[in-house]
């Protein structure tokens, strides 16, 4: 999978990497969908925080249907 735990863009260089995966699946996803992210951003719109327990990572909205998203970089779970 992805090996390449460092990113070399200095904006998200500085968001740590479980946090920079959800922002990352959110900015992918949101091509075709309507896109909740739950994490908390600053006034740039970039993630300072996960999103609060009990809620999903992502809400995905597409005419009637909701999609939660738990992005993980937990492997062999």
Do not use: Y
Not at 7 to 29: H, N
Not at 53 to 76: H, K, Q, R, S, Y
């Amino acid at each position: 999978m992805f090996n390449n735990k460092a990113s070399k863009d200095e904006i998200l260089m500085v968001i740590e990497q479980p946090l920079r995966l959800e922002f990352l699946i959110s900015l992918a996803i949101l091509k075709n969908v309507t896109v909740k992210p739950n994490f908390i951003s600053n006034d740039e719109g970039l993630p300072t925080s996960f999103a609060a327990g009990g809620n999903p990572d992502i809400e995905c909205f597409e005419n009637d249907d909701t999609v939660l998203v738990e992005a993980t970089l937990l492997t062999g779970v």
